[in-house]
């Protein structure tokens, strides 16, 4: 059985740092792409960050230069580092993962079959 699990969210200032985890188990999480999405209540939610198999990396526009995507092969474990925080970075993220090694739109949900249960960010000032 395919999991994803999140972890390292809580609250930050504003213009502070959070890094969060998420561990893939259960299948050749090494070769397939790795997201983060976030939503807030109300609000559709939005591709943040993605790695594909070989580590090329995507971002929305709003995050770039701020938040970072990586991943740790030897521990099956994604990693996203915000810096620079601002409220509007508040939401519960949410680590998705399929069995692409590539997709054409890393940012869309649909291209994802496995998600974790999310993590809430929450950025005051």
């Known amino acids: 059985q395919v999991r994803t699990v999140e972890s390292g969210g809580g609250s930050a200032q504003v213009g502070g740092s959070l890094r969060l985890s998420c561990t893939a188990s259960g299948y050749g999480f090494n070769e397939f792409v790795m997201a983060w999405f976030r939503q807030v209540p109300g609000k559709e939610g939005e591709g943040v960050a993605a790695?594909?198999?070989?580590?090329?990396?995507t971002y929305i526009d709003s995050v770039k230069g701020r938040f970072t995507i990586s991943r740790d092969k030897a521990k099956n474990t994604a990693y996203l580092q915000l810096n620079s925080l601002k409220p509007e970075d508040s939401a519960t993220y949410y680590c998705a993962t399929g069995y692409a090694f590539k997709l054409d739109y890393p940012l869309e949900a649909a291209g994802y079959s496995y998600w974790g249960q999310g993590t809430q960010v929450t950025v005051s000032s």
């Open positions: 790695v594909d198999g070989d580590g090329s990396a």
